[in-house]
Structures are given as C-alpha cells and as structure tokens.
C-alpha cells in the first residue's frame, strides 16, 4: 500500500519569499505523484503532476516540483510567494500497478500562509 | 464548462436521518470516486466507480453506499447519519481508471450530523 506524509501542517511565509512544501511518499511500485491545491470553501485543483520521464515538472502559478526517487520526496516550491498563493496544498500519490492501482492517496495537507 | 457538480452545498441532519448526495460529471470520464475530508486527514477514500456498472470500497467505506447511475452519475447515500460522519464530501472523476491524467474535483458537500 503507498503512504503520504506531508511535513507540517502549516508554513508561514513572507511575501517575495522561497515556499518549500515538503512531501514524502512510500510505494511498492512506481508512482505517479500530484499536487493538488485547495482555496477555502472549494474544491481541489491540480496544480502539477509527475508521471515519467523529467523529473522537475513546472505546474501552475509558477510552482515546480521535483522527484527524488532516491529521497523518495516530491517537494513543491515557488521562488517568490505571492498573497494568493495562500492555500491549503495536498501531496498525493497514485501506484502505477499492483494491489491500490487507480487510487489516489492524499497526505494530511500544508496549509500555507503569506504575510506582508 | 461546468465539469463535476455536486449537490447540496450544505446540509444539516439529525442523528439517524438519511440522505443521498448527489454528483454528475460532464467530461465523459469513466472513473468516479467519493471522498471525504476531515481536518488534518487529508481527504480519504469511502468508494469508487472504475468505469459504469462497478462500483468498490475504499478505506472508510462503513456508513455508505454508493450507485453508479449511470456514466455522469454518482451517489453516495447515508443511510443513518451519526456525528462521525460530519464532513466535507468531495466527488471526484478521472478519465480512465489507473491514468495519470489526476483527478477532477467538485466543489464539495458541508455535511453536519447533529
């Protein structure tokens, strides 16, 4: 079975700052690995995705993830944070075979905050 | 564009009530699925659709039941409500099951069981 860990529950950031988002992800198989983010009171939308091939992806809104398959880590960072980029942000993980094919797995979420 | 629409948005219940949520996708997407999120836990599987006609549990699925209506369609009912089932309800679609294509999500259920 794959597993998500998200390492804490909240970041705090200053505007114009580095976010780093970390994510951790166990997985009998390789994974296909997402980003997912969530403005209060809607629904999550995808923000990027790694499924083969480069392992830096770009997403929306000017975040990139990286995949360390060695790390087992698929962090998400955004060079400079904007105030709307304060959200909540899910790391999920979905196996490309075995026993949880075609279930998505999501970590217990970062909620992130920007200030002036 | 309305993608995946879910029905209510709120809803209050009393312990031991039933109710169905509602859930329609308009993207032609053969996979369904129903999850809920509670704080701090991220969003867990209840049950899933890999294509029309099927229909499997997920990790929480105790308290629900699902129809597969048909393509666009999927419920999740509740047949008697209890506090630990106060939550937010999300349906989600994907085009195929297994893809990497990721999920799309509607807007979600506020669901409060008093």
């Known amino acids: 079975a794959q597993s998500v860990t998200q390492l804490g529950s909240h970041v705090s950031v200053s505007e114009g700052a580095l976010v780093l988002l970390r994510c951790n992800y166990s997985s009998s198989v390789p994974p296909y690995l997402f980003w997912y983010v969530q403005y209060p009171n809607q629904g999550l939308q995808l923000l990027l995705k790694?499924?083969?091939?480069?392992?830096l992806v770009k997403g929306i809104n000017g975040f990139e993830a990286e995949f360390k398959k060695s790390e087992t880590s698929f962090h998400l960072t955004k060079p400079s944070a904007h105030m709307s980029d304060a959200a909540e942000y899910f790391c999920?993980?979905?196996?490309?075979?075995?026993?949880?094919?075609?279930?998505?797995?999501f970590g217990q979420g970062t909620i992130l905050t920007v200030h002036p | 564009n309305a993608g995946v629409t879910q029905t209510p948005k709120f809803q209050v219940l009393k312990t031991g009530q039933s109710m169905t949520l509602q859930c329609a996708q308009d993207m032609n997407h053969n996979s369904m699925y129903w999850y809920r999120q509670d704080p701090g836990m991220g969003l867990r599987l209840i049950y899933y659709s890999a294509s029309e006609g099927t229909t499997d549990k997920g990790e929480v699925p105790n308290g629900y039941n699902v129809s597969r209506l048909n393509k666009r369609e999927f419920s999740l009912r509740l047949e008697s409500a209890a506090p630990s089932q106060t939550s937010v309800y999300f349906c989600?679609?994907?085009?195929?099951?297994?893809?990497?294509?990721?999920?799309?999500f509607g807007s979600g259920t506020r669901l409060t069981v008093v």
């Open positions: 790694y499924t083969t091939g480069a392992t």
């Open positions: 999920a993980v979905s196996p490309s075979g075995g026993t949880s094919y075609g279930k998505l797995t």
């Open positions: 989600a679609s994907s085009p195929l099951f297994g893809g990497s294509s990721g999920y799309t």
